[in-house]
């Protein structure tokens, strides 16, 4: 089945304690993406990749870093996590540009991360 | 830069009557544009796209979106609305600039 898959889905930790959010994605897409959803804001992206070793920073990435270096995965990392990064998690998948245009972004199901 | 608006953060119809969700957008190249769907404690589904085919977009579960582009948007309609289309809906926007926007988000209400 194809799909994008994250772990945790939850997860409480504590302020400073290093922690990563794998994602996954089994449709051999090139286009990855983190995006953190927070009440009355939408989706806001955090960090995206156009492909292996290619990353670039989104909307809000202070605080994050991402590596790729498998076309599969993209895990997220929050080395000192703080309270105001207490949010849902999604990572997406797609296959990019084809062309001039975007093809549509396939979702995991979310990540619920509280930091205390 | 771009920049996507949704105009409306609620909105409540009742079971069987018209859908419209409401989208204006900004792009300095040929935006491609997305709806998408989140149930309640659920992932994001794609609705529908627009990517410079026909202006007149039609996506799962009846729903349908018409580019304007004198217009800048993108707006989402159904004829007729039932208890299941319930959940927030999102408006987004990419260029080539390779970011992707998405709007705030609007939560429709079913009422019985």
């Known amino acids: 089945e194809a799909q994008v898959t994250q772990n945790p889905r939850y997860l409480i930790t504590v302020t400073g304690k290093k922690l990563t959010v794998t994602c996954s994605q089994n449709m051999n897409h090139e286009y990855m993406s983190w995006y953190r959803q927070d009440p009355g804001l939408g989706l806001r992206q955090i960090y995206y990749?156009?492909?292996?070793?290619?990353?670039d920073k989104g909307d809000v990435p202070e605080g994050y870093k991402v590596s790729r270096k498998e076309k599969r995965n993209f895990p997220l990392i929050l080395e000192s996590p703080s309270p105001n990064q207490t949010s849902l998690y999604f990572c997406?998948?797609?296959?990019?540009?084809?062309?001039?245009?975007?093809?549509?972004?396939?979702f995991g199901p979310g990540t619920r991360l509280t930091v205390l | 830069a771009q920049s996507v608006t949704q105009l409306d953060s609620h909105v409540s119809v009742s079971e069987g009557t018209p859908v419209l969700l409401r989208c204006n957008y900004s792009?300095?190249?040929?935006?491609?544009l997305f709806w998408y769907v989140q149930h309640p404690n659920k992932g994001l589904q794609l609705l529908l796209k627009y990517t410079s085919a026909a202006t007149l977009v039609k996506g799962i579960n009846g729903f349908e979106a018409e580019f304007k582009k004198s217009e800048t948007s993108f707006h989402l309609t159904k004829p007729s609305a039932h208890m299941s289309d319930a959940a927030e809906y999102f408006c987004v926007v990419s260029d080539l600039k390779d970011k992707i926007i998405f709007g705030k988000g609007t939560r429709l209400h079913i009422l019985p």
């Open positions: 990749s156009m492909n292996v070793e290619v990353t």
């Open positions: 792009s300095s190249y040929s935006p491609s």
């Open positions: 997406a998948s797609s296959l990019g540009l084809s062309g001039a245009w975007y093809n549509e972004q396939f």
